[in-house]
């Protein structure tokens, strides 16, 4: 099976830092996050990747190479503009034949993929949604009840669970063929459209680990993982890239 990482992205909440590198090369202790995801890519048996760039993408390429240091083949797309959070696989129709995982550049999890995988095959999915619990806090009073009636109920400031999506996405490649060519295409548009033609969308519930390294309070938490090797005060990662 042969997983593609999305890697295209201009890093935009991750600013000003991914000005100067793009958002999967920024440094998780002494290992940029793409890195450590390589690694958990292979520990999960896969050792054939496509890496999608786009901004800053010549650093990646540099930096990971053909991936036989990591154990890995890796290949990679180059986006001539912007194709969204999932457009990128139009490029990928001759050479995804097969069920293939598609993940963000910037997540780190323990998500078992084995068991995604085999339940992908159970459902007999177009597509399977790797999903987390996640609790919003509202910073408002909120009122129960229709509009100019009784009030039913008030709740302070209440929190809200819901599942949402890792990043992480079991295909099977005949939903490449809804996915238009070199244009901007979000996986919600994608999900929106199969749903549309009744295909079998699917979440596969995660109850581990998972940080989304896009966002600035993960990316801070992600530095004080007790598995994270510090960044020597001497040595830095991208000298690697010279």
Not at 12 to 24: E, I, N, Q, T
Request: some cysteine.
């Amino acid at each position: 099976m042969k997983a593609v990482i999305q890697c295209g992205g201009f890093g935009s909440r991750l600013m000003p830092y991914a000005m100067v590198l793009p958002k999967p090369l920024m440094p998780v202790g002494s290992q940029p996050v793409l890195e450590l995801l390589i690694g958990w890519v292979r520990r999960n048996g896969i050792s054939e990747i496509i890496i999608t760039t786009g901004y800053l993408g010549c650093l990646i390429k540099t930096f990971f190479g053909d991936g036989s240091k990591w154990g890995v083949d890796i290949t990679y797309t180059e986006e001539a503009g912007p194709l969204g959070t999932i457009g990128s696989l139009s490029l990928l129709r001759e050479v995804l034949d097969e069920p293939f995982i598609v993940l963000n550049g910037d997540i780190l999890t323990d998500l078992n993929l084995e068991r995604m995988i085999a339940f992908h095959h159970e459902m007999d999915a177009a597509v399977t949604i790797a999903t987390v619990a996640r609790q919003t806090k509202l910073d408002y009073g909120v009122l129960d009840g229709a509009p100019n009636t009784w009030i039913e109920s008030f709740r302070e400031k209440p929190s809200l669970t819901h599942s949402v999506s890792m990043g992480v996405y079991c295909l099977n490649p005949d939903v490449i063929r809804h996915v238009p060519r070199e244009m901007p295409f979000g996986f919600d548009d994608l999900v929106l459209r199969l749903l549309a033609h009744q295909a079998h969308v699917c979440s596969f519930r995660h109850d581990g680990f998972w940080l989304d390294i896009g966002r600035l309070d993960d990316f801070r938490d992600a530095q004080a993982l007790p598995w994270v090797k510090p960044l020597p005060l001497k040595e830095t990662f991208w000298i690697q890239l010279k």
